[in-house]
């Protein structure tokens, strides 16, 4: 399992927002943080053994760009920093801390959040004030990608952010 020190961490949006209509906004941030997972949607006919299984059904299923998507998320070290934001806009700050796996329990299935990894939150979401202006910039953009921010200063003010709580 690849892990990174922190001075080589990369640094990634994490929406945990479904593509799914009948999901309820916000359900796959409130499981993620409330269970210390952080991942994407697209479930599946069949919950795959592997990632090249999932990765091949969400491209049958879902498109390529899903399964790609998958495959990135999957690659991200562990110690990798994430930053999603919750209903209430508030932003969170966590750390990759596990390698990807299938999630078919029902309120993974529920909340589309089945392509997951062991995430270490915060206790708290950062003050608005100290969150690096690209977090803030990559999430005024919208979308329900994961994608990794890659602003030069991401990385310094997000150890900061996660040094000082």
């Known amino acids: 399992m690849h892990v990174v020190s922190d001075a080589d961490a990369p640094v990634f949006r994490a929406p945990m927002r479904s593509r799914d209509d009948v999901v309820p906004e916000g359900s796959g941030v409130e499981r993620g943080l409330a269970i210390g997972l952080v991942g994407l949607g697209g479930r599946l006919a069949v919950a795959p053994d592997s990632l090249d299984a999932a ?48 999630d078919d329990r029902w309120g993974a299935v529920e909340a589309d959040l089945v392509h997951v990894r062991d995430c270490e939150w915060l206790g708290e979401p950062i003050d608005p004030r100290r969150v690096p202006a690209a977090v803030t910039a990559i999430f005024a953009r919208g979308g329900r990608n994961w994608q990794r921010i890659r602003s030069l200063d991401a990385l310094p003010q997000t150890e900061c952010c996660w040094s000082r709580s």
Do not use: C, K, M, Q
Not at 71 to 90: E, H, I, Q, S
């Open 55 to 102: 990765v091949e059904a969400a491209a049958s299923e879902h498109g390529e760009r899903l399964a790609r998507r998958i495959a990135r998320f999957a690659d991200a070290p562990n110690g990798a920093y994430v930053w999603t934001r919750d209903l209430d806009a508030n932003v969170w700050l966590g750390r990759i801390r596990g390698p990807w796996r299938y």
